[in-house]
């Protein structure tokens, strides 16, 4: 029933957004009656705003999940080590799979993308699914194809605990959540449940810590105990990357509560719809897509070009946290990207 809902106030804003151009445009011509010229060009105007906002609303649901970008970063920091300078972190999130049941050239194409990149090491930050373990279990052919020098790190996102499926019992959610962890266990991820995970390079290491984003969605004191718990046994000094499927509590808690000099999200999408540097999502989420700096807060809005975080003196560097939102490689709800391409997010370390 929900479902049905769903699609039916969505089909009636899509008719809204088409038919507002056309009906601005005839109500200004009626309002036009006095000269001929003027009312055949407001509705002239109407009819070819409506058809500009059709055709890319078509555009974005035959082309934009296929116009897969890849978003690279140089992120420079005085705490990384001597022999992870250059080391490339590929970011992937909220891939959604299930999404795309009919469209498994889809999923092929991220995985052939990331590996083509050859990095040291591949993180995903939750959502694998929409509504059960079973949509991922059908690509894990594809999804273990996945390579990178130390593998693949994930966590879990709030989809992955399967809360949008009003036919399971809660029973059932747990068992196709463990289900999903399984999955990724088998295909050799290292799924970081409020844990971490050191990484070696010679005498050298950085540290991956994984905090979950589950069912109980974002209540702040459940968000503490997970943060405290995923840092328990890691010492504050150290380049530290965290993986948290929501950007919203960067700079309430993340900031404040922990030593991650990196936070890698997801979760926005950019609401599927970007025009220029501006997405619905801002009116829901400070941190949207991009990179944005604690001190430093301009976000990096530009999918298709390399930016680099390069700058200031190293006294900057030494005091900089960041968090890096991705607009993932899925779709939920509609296979409809617009501007807000799906993107792959590609992080070289930079020592300084």
Same mark, same amino acid.
């Given at each position: 029933m929900m479902r049905i809902l769903f699609i039916a106030v969505l089909i009636l804003l899509i008719l809204i957004v088409c038919l507002l151009p056309l009906g601005i445009g005839w109500g200004v011509a009626a309002l036009q009656r006095?000269? *001929?010229?003027?009312?055949?060009?407001?509705? @002239?105007?109407? =009819? *070819?705003?409506? *058809? *500009?906002? #059709?055709? @890319?609303? =078509?555009?974005g649901l035959l082309r934009g999940p296929d116009r897969l970008v890849t978003t690279s970063y140089t992120y420079a920091h005085c705490e990384v080590p001597p022999n992870f300078d250059g080391y490339r972190i590929v970011q992937l999130s909220d891939w959604h799979v299930g999404t795309f049941a009919s469209r498994r050239e889809r999923v092929e194409r991220v995985v052939e993308r990331v590996n083509a990149l050859k990095p040291d090491l591949i993180v995903f930050t939750g959502d694998l699914v929409n509504h059960s373990a079973e949509e991922a279990e059908a690509f894990e052919d594809v999804l273990s194809r996945l390579r990178a020098a130390d593998g693949v790190v994930s966590v879990m996102g709030n989809h992955d605990y399967m809360m949008y499926n009003p036919q399971f019992s809660r029973r059932e959610r747990q068992a196709n959540v463990e289900r999903l962890q399984q999955l990724q266990r088998r295909m050799g991820w290292? &799924?970081? &449940? /409020?844990? %971490?995970?050191c990484i070696h390079r010679g005498a050298d290491s950085i540290v991956? #810590? !994984?905090?979950?984003? /589950? !069912? $109980? !969605?974002?209540e702040i004191s459940h968000y503490e105990r997970l943060l405290k718990k995923s840092y328990e046994g890691v010492g504050q000094q150290g380049f530290h990357v965290l993986l948290s499927h929501y950007p919203t509590?960067?700079?309430? %808690? #993340?900031?404040?509560?922990?030593?991650?000099?990196?936070?890698? @999200?997801? +979760?926005?999408h950019a609401m599927q &719809?970007?025009?220029?540097?501006?997405?619905?999502?801002?009116?829901?989420? $400070?941190?949207? +897509? !991009? &990179?944005?700096?604690?001190? %430093?807060?301009?976000?990096d809005h530009d999918a298709d070009h390399d930016a680099d975080a390069v700058s200031g003196a190293t006294g900057r560097h030494s005091q900089r946290r960041s968090l890096i939102v991705s607009r993932g490689v899925g779709s939920v709800g509609l296979a409809f990207r617009l501007g807000a391409w799906p993107e792959v997010v590609e992080i070289r370390l930079k020592r300084v």
């Open positions: 006095s000269s *001929a010229w003027w009312t055949i060009s407001w509705r @002239a105007a109407g =009819c *070819a705003a409506s *058809a *500009a906002v #059709v055709a @890319a609303l =078509c555009y290292r &799924l970081l &449940l /409020n844990d %971490h995970v991956i #810590v !994984g905090t979950e984003s /589950n !069912g $109980d !969605g974002l509590y960067w700079r309430s %808690h #993340v900031l404040p509560q922990s030593p991650a000099i990196l936070q890698l @999200a997801g +979760h926005t &719809l970007q025009i220029g540097s501006w997405s619905p999502s801002a009116w829901l989420f $400070d941190e949207w +897509h !991009g &990179l944005y700096d604690a001190k %430093h807060t301009d976000a």
